[in-house]
């Protein structure tokens, strides 16, 4: 199959007609597409203030002041491109069975590739009606570039809550979004989109209830392996038509990682098991040799659940502290710590709740990555999620990358949108598909690798 057809295959199981309208956009102008974006360009704007050195994600034109009014949806897979066809099929389908909790993972199986700026001009034509999302810049704070090796390449990862499709039409009320903005048909695209434009080594992601029939294929066809954890007790399965429970999803680049083993956790709080999950993994970086390990958790929501995240924190930390000691063959004894290690999760929490102050106090030695955005280096975003429900505007700090400072460096950190860029009607929107941004940085090994490619 030639690469044109075969990404035309997975845009085909994301592809399903459309039942709304949208804000419209300006058609796309032909042009290549850079790597770390398409033809469709993100609204500029400067981004929230912080230390460093910002860099402009490549883009091939300015962007354009987004139009008003509304206008009907392109329907998804009926465009005269030839590629629409064929990714329309797998998007379209019948949410497919889901196999049991832990299934045998086979993460270095053969798979035919797509081409990924193929695949990205595919969500640009699809999402031509809708406004750009938000642009955002690559923060470098201050003295890494000292730190970059060219054999010891930066990792990118990509920390996301993508928001459930059940929960966002069914549950969480966000009365300033229009449900049109919210039609998975195609807010697919617009998830897919922001994870192609920055194209991550690792991929984190919660409340993720398309996995099997969306992620796993059309990122499998990338290049990526994933792992898929579901809450026991989804709240998804409350709404009708929905697509089965939501849970943490860990995607990595094969060509990047071979896999050492996965551990899947259910969350214990005060020795009672929780309807929260966390997966780790630990990877073998091919660049260099050197051991990652990488965990994905997202903790109980609400007000009044302080004490549960904090215990369910505790809880991590006593697994990641074992996971990250255990020895490498040749050792007589585990070094407490011996793996680096990078968390991402939606934790629920501001920096003021008890779990916060766990991990930042951990013998792990962890720090958090956005910290580096502030001009101190030593506060937080003013926030990661802003939404608007029925109880009122919720502005707040709650997702996080964190990573053992005494082994990484951060090398730089995507932005955060300003106020202005996100909108007065907040998160989700027409031009944004989930109630919480998605967290990126660079890190790098600090210590030189121990082989030389």
């Known amino acids: 199959m030639n690469p044109a057809r075969r990404c035309s295959a997975l845009l085909s199981q994301l592809c399903v007609t459309s039942r709304g309208g949208s804000t419209a956009r300006r058609p796309l102008s032909p042009g290549p597409v850079s790597a770390l974006g398409g033809t469709r360009c993100c609204r500029s704007g400067v981004g929230g203030g912080g230390a460093g050195v910002k860099e402009t994600c490549p883009q091939p034109r300015p962007s354009g002041a987004s139009t008003t009014g509304t206008a009907p949806v392109c329907p998804m897979g009926r465009s005269s491109s030839r ?51 938000p642009h955002r810049h690559l923060v470098y704070p201050s003295g890494t570039a000292s730190r970059r090796h060219k054999h010891n390449p930066a990792i990118r990862i990509m920390q996301w809550n993508i928001l459930a499709q059940a929960l966002g039409e069914g549950k969480d009320g966000f009365i300033r979004c229009p449900m049109d903005a919210l039609n998975w048909q195609e807010r697919k695209y617009l998830i897919m989109e922001e994870i192609l434009t920055y194209r991550p080594d ?165 720090n958090s990555a956005y910290k580096l955005l502030s001009a101190d280096g030593q506060t937080e975003p003013a926030y990661t999620t802003w939404k608007i429900r029925p109880s009122g505007e919720s502005c707040s700090t709650l997702d996080y990358i964190w990573y053992t400072q005494g082994a990484l460096s951060v090398d730089c950190l995507l932005d955060i949108p300003t106020e202005e860029q996100i909108g007065p009607d907040r998160l989700p929107s027409y031009h944004y598909p989930s109630d919480h941004l998605s967290l990126l940085c660079d890190i790098s090994f600090r210590d030189e690798p121990h082989r030389l490619m």
Request: hydrophobic fraction near 35%; charge should be neutral.
């Open 83 to 133: 590629l629409f066809g064929t990714f329309a099929q797998s998007l379209n389908r019948a949410p497919l069975a889901q196999p049991a909790p832990y299934p045998e993972e086979n993460p270095d199986q053969d798979l035919a590739q797509t081409d990924p700026d193929q695949l990205l001009r595919e969500c640009e034509e699809a999402l031509q009606r809708r406004p750009a999302r």
């Open 202 to 366: 690792i991929l984190c992601l919660q409340e993720v209830d398309h996995y099997y029939d969306t992620f796993q294929p059309v990122l499998a066809s990338l290049g990526y392996h994933g792992s898929f954890l579901a809450k026991p007790w989804s709240p998804c399965l409350d709404v009708e038509r929905n697509n089965g429970p939501d849970g943490c999803a860990l995607f990595y680049r094969r060509s990047r990682f071979s896999l050492q083993a996965t551990a899947y956790l259910r969350l214990s709080a005060m020795m009672l098991p929780t309807n929260q999950v966390a997966i780790v993994q630990t990877l073998i970086c091919r660049e260099t040799g050197q051991r990652l390990c990488v965990a994905v958790t997202h903790l109980k929501a609400r007000s009044g659940w302080e004490r549960m995240r904090s215990a369910q924190g505790a809880d991590l930390l006593r697994s990641l502290r074992g996971i990250t000691s255990q020895r490498s063959s040749g050792q007589t004894e585990a070094a407490p710590g011996a793996v680096p290690l990078v968390v991402c999760g939606d934790f629920n929490a501001e920096p003021s709740e008890d779990v916060y102050r766990r991990f930042s106090s951990s013998a792990l030695g962890l």
